[in-house]
């Protein structure tokens, strides 16, 4: 076996375990924990499906290998909770860390390749990065909206909280941001984000 797809393979195994790594988010009608892999399927296959909400036109494969990446960074470095103030803090500085470990397993043109895809999410400046974003954030939303609003009363999550981090939403998309404050405000007449 040459050394490339050596590599390659040992990525492919090493990836894996995004299985491993349970969100906060539960699946739909009231399933378990939704785990990394998961949760990055099911955002690239709802942006080629929505991709005509987009704000933008965009390249739906660079949105989707986008969206199928931008989390294995939580292999080495955890899953952090949306509104963990805490875990904010050091966030980016692990998921640098990570990024370069786990990238680093293929090969350097590979590793170059996805480390790119993997920033020009994290920097959300371009079209396909914030339509990605948007369906980062519109997922767990109605994820958790079907789950009438469990996570967010469980973790008392507010609503400047939840609009906070929706906010980028809006740059994606504006039509799923009207949907997002749709069920957002349902969601804070029920009880289920403080309004605090």
């Given at each position: ?5 050596k590599k390659?393979?040992?990525?492919a195994?090493?990836?894996?375990k995004e ?10 009608n009231?399933g378990?924990?939704e785990?990394?892999a998961?949760?990055?399927w099911h ?6 499906f929505?991709?005509e909400?987009s ?7 660079r949105?989707?290998i ?7 960074v939580?292999i080495?470095?955890g899953?952090t909770?949306?509104?963990?103030s805490?875990?904010l803090?050091?966030q980016?500085?692990?998921?640098k860390?990570?990024?370069e470990?786990i ?14 895809i993997?920033?020009e999410?994290e ?6 990065a ?7 954030n ?5 994820l958790?909206?079907?789950?009438d ?13 939840v609009y ?6 809006k740059?994606?998309s504006k ?6 404050d749709?069920?957002l ?5 029920k ?6």
């Amino acid at each position: 076996m040459d050394e490339r797809i050596k590599k390659q393979i040992e990525f492919a195994l090493e990836i894996d375990k995004e299985k491993n790594i349970f969100r906060q988010t539960h699946l739909s009608n009231n399933g378990r924990n939704e785990n990394d892999a998961e949760h990055a399927w099911h955002i690239a296959i709802m942006s080629y499906f929505l991709q005509e909400y987009s704000n933008e036109k965009v390249d739906i494969a660079r949105v989707m290998i986008m969206c199928l990446i931008h989390d294995i960074v939580e292999i080495d470095a955890g899953d952090t909770y949306a509104y963990d103030s805490e875990g904010l803090k050091t966030q980016n500085n692990r998921e640098k860390i990570a990024k370069e470990r786990i990238f680093s397993l293929l090969p350097t043109d590979q590793k170059k390749e996805f480390i790119s895809i993997f920033d020009e999410f994290e920097e959300n400046q371009t079209p396909e990065a914030k339509f990605a974003h948007a369906m980062d954030n519109f997922q767990p939303l109605i994820l958790n909206n079907s789950n009438d609003g469990g996570d967010w009363r469980e973790h008392n999550v507010t609503a400047k909280q939840v609009y906070g981090r929706q906010s980028k939403t809006k740059d994606g998309s504006k039509k799923l941001f009207e949907i997002t404050d749709m069920i957002l405000q349902e969601n804070i007449k029920k009880g289920n984000i403080k309004e605090v």
